[in-house]
C-alpha cells in the first residue's frame, strides 16, 4: 500500500517523465496552448477479467457491423434498397463521399482501424457513446501513459496482472500489411500526418518510430503513372500503404476539398486504380454518425442475423415524423447530436445546460434540417477516483477502445486511453476543452510473463541513410541551418552597428559621424529592409537611427528584421520538430520570450537593445552547439550544415560588399573593416595571426582565404566540397552535377584570386572594383546552389539526365 | 426516335502558366452523356502537351469523367474536346426514370454549400410553389420569375458567390440562376439538379442571340413524381428542347464542374474557354 505523500510523488516523477518525452497535445485556436504537455492521472481505470471478455465480444461484433456498412453504403447499398437505413441517414450526411463509391480496399476489410468510445453507467452496464471511424487517434497516447505508469508505478504491475497493449500493435502492422496492393510482400508503409501543427502530432511522430514507419506530410508525398510516391533525398519510392491521420476531406484537393493544402493532389485516382490502399479508406467518415444508432440493432439482424451485443443509447433520429415529434416534446431531457458536425459549431449539445431562447433556436434548427438531428437518451455516466492536484476525487470516465482489422478478424487492445473531464459539470468530454488522461487496465487471469511494454523491432528495420529522409525534412533542415546563420550574423551586424552608434554619440568627429553613416546604410542593404536607412526618408533615421534601429530588430511583421528572421527560423524548427532535444526546445523558448519584450527608446532602452542581442547570439550559438550532440549525423546533420555553410557564405560576401567595396578614406575604411572583423567575431583572431594594424589586404586575407579560420569563405566553400559529395548521387552518373560545377568552379576562383589584385584602385576610383566584382561572381556561383539542391533533392523537378 | 437535330461542339479550354508547371492532374466532365433526349455520338479529345496518364470512368451520377495528369514541365495546357450529339427526344419532355429510388431522386433534395437557402429564398420559392399547383407548373413560374426579376450580369458574381447574395442583389449568370432555383426548389422540400450543358447559338435572322453563347451553359431539372424529371432554363426562359445539348448533372455545380485541376507552380496562369455549337442537321 503508497501512502498520499508517496502517491504524490510518484504523480510528480510521472508528469515529468511524459514533459521530458516530449508527450504534447495541440489546442486548435491558441498559440500558448500549443504543444499543451500531456497530463495523465496515476490512478488506473480498471477492467476485470469476467468482464472485459463481454466488453471484447461487443467491440468486435460491432467493428464487423460497421465494416460491413461501410462496404454497403459504398458498395451495393442493400441496406437503403431494402429500406433497413433510410436513404437520408446516408445521402444527406455531408461525410458520404460520392467520389469514393465503388472503390474496394484490397483485403478482407474496409474499416481497418476502429476506435470507440465507451461509457460504463451508474448500473454498471457498458455503452457505446461515439465511434472514431476516420482516423481514430488516442492509441499512441495510451502506449506512451502504459509505458510512463510501468516506469513511475512498477509494484503495480507485480501485485495485479495487467493485460499488454503490444498484440494490438502487432495486429496493427498485420492489419496494414494485408491491405497492400495487390498482395506485394513487404509494402513499403507510410503514416500521413497533417503537419505539426495537428493537435495529436505527437501521436504520429510516437507511431512512427514505435512501428517503423516514415511520417510524411502531403507534401512529400506526389502522384505520378497513378501511383503514390514518397520524395525522398535519395529519388522517388513507391508507397504501397498509407496509414492517415487526416479527416476524408483533406486528403485531395483534387476531387475532395479543393483548398486543401495538406492532401496529395491525384491521391485518390491512384486509389481507385488499385495502387494504393489507404486506413481508413477515404469515405468512412459516413460512419461517424449518431444517425445510424436507431438502425444498428435491425443492421445487425440483417447481416449477421445476430443482435448487438453492446446495446445503443436510445436514440431518436428526427428524419421520422414521430420520431421528430418525440425529440421536440422532450427536448430539455435529451443529448441532441447533429448526424455530422457542421463546418461552424459542435456537433453535441446537452439541452438541458439551454436558455429558453437556446432551446427554441435549437428546436427551429432541428425543424428546418430534421433529417441532420439525433436526440438521445443522456446514459449516467459512472464515476471512478481520480487523482486531481493531490486529492483523489471522484470523476466520470470515458474509455476509448481501439480495434484493428486484419485478415484473420478484428483485434481489439486489451486496454485504452480514458479521459475525463476537466471540471465535473461537463456533459461533453473532450481533449479539445482540457481533461485529463488515464490509463486503462485490462486485468488477466494468468500471470503476465513480462512486465515493461517492450518496443517490438520493426520486422524490416529502416536503414538510417540520407537516401531515406523525406524530402520535405530535408528542406526544412536545410532551412533550419540556413535561418540560424541568417539570425545569428544579423544579431552579430546590429549590435556591431548599435554599439557604434551607441559609442560615437559620445565622441563626434567627421570620421565617425561618417563612418557611422556608411554601417547604417550598410545595414540596411545587408538585413535587406529597405527603405531604412539607404531607401526615401532616410535623411531623418540617419540623423535619429534609434527608433529604426529597434524596429529592425524588434518588428516581427517586417521583412528582414531580425525577429522577422527569428519566427521563419521558429517556423522551420517547428515542421522538424522530433529532431529537436528537450534542451533545444528550452533554449528556443528563452529565444522567444527575449523578442516580446517592449524596449523603450531611451538610453537605457539602448542598452537593452545590445543586451538583448548579447543574449540571443549566445542562445543561437547553444543550439549550434545542441544540433551536433541530438541529430542523427548521417540523416539530417549534412542538410543543415549546407543550408549553414551557404547562408554564413552568402551574408559574409554581402557584408563585405556593403562595408569594404567603397571608397571613403582611410580613416572611415579603418573603422569600418574593424567592424566587419567584430561581426565575425574575428578581431581577436586578426590581432593574434597578424600582429599588425587592420589593412583591407588582410581583413581578405582572414575572411576569404585563411582555410584555418571557421569563419572565413574558403573554409566553407571547402566543408561544402565535402558535405556536397556526401548527398545521394546516381551511380551511374560519373559526371559532375550541377552543384557540384558551381561549387568548383566557386573553390577554383578562390584559389585563383590574385590577393593583391583585388585591394587595387586608382586615386579617383570610388570603390574597389576588382574586389567588388570578385565578390559579385562568387555570390552568383554559390546562390545557384540551393535552387539546384532544392530542385534535385527536395521537388524532384529535374528529370534524370542519363 | 428520330433524329431532330445534330450538332457539333468544340470546347477548348486554354491555361497559359507564368512559371512553368511540373506536375498537373485534372478531372474533365465534358464529354455528353446519353439521355431520353440525345445520343453522343462521338468524343474526340485532344491534350497538349501529350499527358502522362489517362482514365476514363463514370461518376456517381453517371457522368463521363476523364481523368489525366501531365508529369513534364510545360509552360501551356490544352484541352480540346470535340463531340457529336444527336438530338432525338421531344422537344419538351425530358424523360429519364432512375430504377427505383435507392437515394438517386431524394438526394437531390439536400442542401449542399453551393445551394444553401435561407428564409428570403424559401419566401421567393413559396409564391411559385403554392398548394394546388403541379410542381411543373410550379417550376415553370419559378423560371419565368427569375428570367424577370434577375438581371444578366457577367463579371457580377464567381463560381463561390452564395445565392443568399445572388438573391440579394438581383444578378447573376446561367449558374448562378441554376443554383438559386435550385436552392428554391429544395427549400420547399422537392429534388432538383444541376445540368451542365451549352446551348445552340447561332439563330434563325432576325431573332435575337440567346444568352450564354460560346461559353458552357447551365439549367436546373426538377423532378416531378408523375413525369420524371424535367428540365427548366432560367437564363433563357425556355424549357430545353433541341437548342440544349446535355452534359451531365449533378447536386450543384462542384458536382459537374467543367475542369477541376491542380498544378504545383508557384506563378499565376492565364485562362481562356472558347465555345462553338455548330447544328449539322
Redesign the interface.
Known amino acids: 500500500m503508497l501512502s498520499a505523500d508517496e502517491i504524490s510523488g510518484r504523480d510528480e516523477d510521472m508528469m515529468r517523465l511524459l514533459k521530458e518525452n516530449g508527450v504534447t497535445y495541440n489546442i486548435y485556436g491558441d498559440p500558448a496552448g500549443l504543444n499543451r504537455p500531456w497530463t495523465l492521472d496515476i490512478i488506473p481505470f480498471l477492467v476485470s477479467q469476467e468482464e472485459w471478455p463481454v466488453i471484447e465480444a461487443g467491440l468486435l461484433q460491432r467493428a464487423r457491423l460497421l465494416d460491413l456498412i461501410l462496404a454497403d453504403i459504398y458498395g451495393e447499398?442493400q441496406l437503403?434498397?431494402h429500406g433497413i437505413l433510410p436513404?437520408?441517414v446516408?445521402?444527406?450526411h455531408a461525410g458520404f463521399l460520392?467520389?469514393c463509391?465503388g472503390i474496394r480496399l484490397p483485403g478482407a476489410r474496409h474499416l481497418v482501424l476502429y476506435a470507440a468510445d465507451l461509457a460504463r453507467s451508474k448500473d454498471g452496464r457498458i455503452w457505446v457513446v461515439n465511434d472514431r471511424t476516420q482516423a481514430p487517434s488516442g492509441s499512441g497516447y495510451a502506449l506512451e501513459n502504459r509505458t510512463a505508469m510501468t516506469r513511475v508505478m512498477p509494484e503495480l504491475f507485480e501485485g495485479l496482472q495487467v493485460r499488454h497493449l503490444s498484440p494490438y500493435f502487432h495486429a496493427l502492422r498485420n492489419g496494414l500489411n494485408d491491405i497492400a496492393p495487390h498482395g506485394r510482400p513487404n509494402p513499403r508503409i507510410v503514416i500521413l500526418t497533417p503537419g505539426s501543427s495537428n493537435e495529436t502530432y505527437f501521436e504520429h511522430s510516437y507511431l512512427s518510430s514505435y512501428l517503423g514507419f516514415t511520417l510524411v506530410q502531403g507534401n512529400d508525398l506526389?502522384?505520378?503513372?497513378?501511383h503514390v510516391w514518397l520524395k525522398t533525398m535519395g529519388g522517388l519510392e513507391r508507397v504501397d500503404v498509407i496509414l492517415r491521420r487526416m479527416d476524408d476531406i483533406y486528403c485531395d484537393?483534387?476531387?475532395l476539398k479543393?483548398d486543401s493544402q495538406l492532401g496529395v493532389?491525384?491521391l485518390l485516382?491512384a486509389v481507385?486504380?488499385g495502387n494504393v490502399s489507404i486506413a481508413n479508406p477515404i469515405g468512412s467518415g459516413i460512419l461517424e454518425n449518431p444517425g445510424l444508432m436507431p438502425f444498428l440493432q435491425p443492421i445487425a439482424r440483417y447481416f449477421l442475423s445476430e443482435d448487438l451485443l453492446i446495446p445503443t443509447i436510445a436514440s431518436w433520429w428526427c428524419g421520422q415524423p414521430k420520431e421528430l415529434d418525440y425529440v421536440l416534446a422532450h427536448l430539455p431531457s435529451l443529448g441532441i447530436k447533429r448526424i455530422y458536425r457542421s463546418p461552424t459549431g459542435t456537433s453535441s449539445v446537452d439541452a438541458a445546460s439551454l436558455s429558453a431562447r437556446q432551446l427554441s433556436d435549437l428546436r427551429d434548427r432541428i425543424k428546418a434540417?430534421p433529417?441532420l438531428w439525433v436526440g438521445q437518451e443522456k446514459v449516467d455516466i459512472a464515476s471512478s477516483p481520480a487523482l486531481i492536484k493531490g486529492k483523489i476525487e471522484s470523476r466520470r470516465v470515458l474509455f476509448r477502445s481501439f480495434l484493428v482489422g486484419t485478415s484473420h478478424g478484428y483485434e481489439a487492445m486489451a486496454g485504452g486511453l480514458c479521459r475525463t473531464p476537466s471540471g465535473d459539470g461537463n456533459f461533453i468530454i473532450s481533449n479539445q476543452t482540457g481533461g485529463v488522461s488515464k490509463d486503462a487496465w485490462v486485468l488477466s487471469p494468468e500471470r503476465v510473463r513480462i512486465l515493461t511494454v517492450l518496443k517490438e523491432a520493426p520486422e524490416k528495420p529502416e536503414p538510417d541513410y540520407i537516401d531515406m529522409l523525406p524530402s520535405h525534412a530535408a528542406e526544412n533542415l536545410f532551412w533550419v541551418g540556413r535561418y540560424t546563420e541568417r539570425v545569428l550574423g544579423n544579431a552579430r551586424f546590429l549590435r556591431t552597428v548599435m554599439q557604434f552608434v551607441a559609442e560615437g554619440n559620445k565622441l563626434i568627429t567627421e570620421p565617425t559621424r561618417q563612418t557611422e553613416r556608411s554601417l547604417l546604410v550598410a545595414l540596411t542593404r545587408y538585413s535587406y529592409t529597405y527603405p531604412g536607412f539607404a531607401g526615401e526618408g532616410s535623411e531623418g533615421k540617419l540623423g535619429h537611427p534609434w527608433a529604426e534601429l529597434r524596429d529592425v530588430l524588434l518588428n516581427g511583421d517586417r521583412a528582414g528584421s531580425l525577429k522577422f528572421n527569428f519566427l521563419q527560423f521558429h517556423r522551420a524548427i517547428h515542421e522538424v520538430r522530433e529532431h529537436w532535444s528537450t534542451d533545444t526546445w528550452r533554449v528556443l523558448r528563452i529565444m522567444d520570450e527575449e523578442f516580446r519584450q517592449d524596449i523603450p527608446l531611451s538610453h537605457h532602452g539602448h542598452l537593452q537593445m545590445l543586451r538583448t542581442l548579447d543574449n540571443l547570439i549566445t542562445f543561437i550559438v547553444a543550439f549550434i552547439g545542441l544540433n551536433r550532440e541530438s541529430i542523427s549525423r548521417e540523416q539530417g546533420w549534412i542538410l543543415l550544415d549546407v543550408g549553414r555553410k551557404i547562408e554564413t557564405s552568402l551574408l559574409l560576401i554581402t557584408l563585405l560588399r556593403t562595408t569594404l567595396v567603397a571608397r571613403s578614406g582611410d580613416a572611415v575604411e579603418y573603422h569600418l573593416q574593424q567592424s566587419v572583423l567584430m561581426s565575425n567575431e574575428s578581431l581577436v583572431n586578426y590581432r593574434y595571426k597578424y600582429r599588425m594594424p587592420i589593412t583591407l589586404g588582410l581583413v581578405l586575407d582572414l575572411m576569404l582565404f585563411d582555410p584555418n579560420n571557421p569563419r572565413s569563405l574558403t573554409y566553407q566553400v571547402n566543408r561544402l566540397k565535402v558535405y556536397l559529395k556526401n548527398l545521394p548521387k546516381n551511380p551511374a552518373v560519373y559526371w559532375l552535377t550541377e552543384y557540384e560545377r558551381l561549387i568548383l568552379e566557386a573553390d577554383t576562383l578562390l584559389k585563383l584570386a590574385d590577393k593583391n589584385e583585388l585591394t587595387l584602385a586608382g586615386p579617383a576610383d570610388k570603390e574597389y572594383r576588382v574586389l567588388n566584382d570578385f565578390l559579385a561572381k562568387m555570390y552568383g556561383l554559390l546562390s545557384g546552389i540551393p535552387d539546384v539542391i532544392s530542385k534535385t533533392y527536395f521537388?524532384h523537378?529535374l528529370?534524370p539526365k542519363i | 426516335m428520330s433524329l431532330r437535330r445534330k450538332y457539333n461542339i468544340t470546347h477548348r479550354t486554354t491555361y497559359t502558366y507564368f512559371e512553368p508547371v511540373s506536375v498537373c492532374h485534372n478531372v474533365l466532365r465534358l464529354a455528353p452523356r446519353n439521355t431520353s433526349q440525345q445520343v453522343c455520338r462521338h468524343v474526340a479529345i485532344r491534350i497538349s502537351p501529350e499527358p502522362d496518364t489517362v482514365k476514363e470512368y463514370e461518376d456517381f451520377f453517371g457522368n463521363k469523367v476523364i481523368y489525366f495528369s501531365i508529369e513534364k514541365e510545360h509552360a501551356r495546357l490544352m484541352v480540346d474536346v470535340q463531340s457529336e450529339v444527336d438530338i432525338v427526344g421531344p422537344p419538351t419532355a425530358s424523360l429519364w426514370r432512375p430504377m427505383g429510388d435507392g437515394g438517386e431522386i431524394r438526394q437531390f433534395i439536400f442542401e449542399t454549400p453551393m445551394t444553401a437557402w435561407d428564409e428570403e429564398i424559401e419566401q421567393y420559392a413559396r409564391v411559385s410553389f403554392q398548394p394546388g399547383r403541379s410542381v411543373l407548373e410550379a417550376a415553370g413560374d419559378l423560371m419565368r420569375r427569375i428570367y424577370t426579376d434577375f438581371e444578366f450580369t457577367p463579371g457580377f458574381t464567381t463560381i463561390s458567390t452564395p445565392v443568399a447574395e445572388v438573391i440579394r442583389e438581383r444578378k447573376g449568370v446561367c449558374q448562378d440562376y441554376a443554383h438559386l432555383a435550385i436552392a428554391c426548389i429544395r427549400s420547399v422540400g422537392l429534388p432538383a439538379r444541376y445540368v451542365s450543358g451549352y446551348i445552340e447559338t447561332v439563330s434563325p435572322a432576325g431573332v435575337e442571340k440567346l444568352i450564354g453563347a460560346d461559353a458552357s451553359h447551365a439549367w436546373f431539372s426538377v423532378y416531378d413524381p408523375a413525369m420524371g424529371w424535367m428540365d427548366f432554363d432560367p437564363t433563357n426562359n425556355m424549357i430545353p428542347g433541341d437548342q440544349h445539348i446535355t452534359i451531365g448533372w449533378g447536386r450543384d455545380y462542384a458536382d459537374i464542374a467543367p475542369m477541376k485541376g491542380i498544378i504545383l507552380s508557384s506563378g499565376s496562369h492565364g485562362l481562356k474557354v472558347s465555345v462553338d455549337v455548330k447544328r449539322l442537321a
Open positions: 447499398r437503403i434498397r436513404v437520408d446516408v445521402y444527406s460520392r467520389p463509391s506526389i502522384v505520378k503513372d497513378n484537393p483534387l476531387e479543393e493532389p491525384g485516382q481507385r486504380s434540417h433529417s521537388k523537378e528529370a
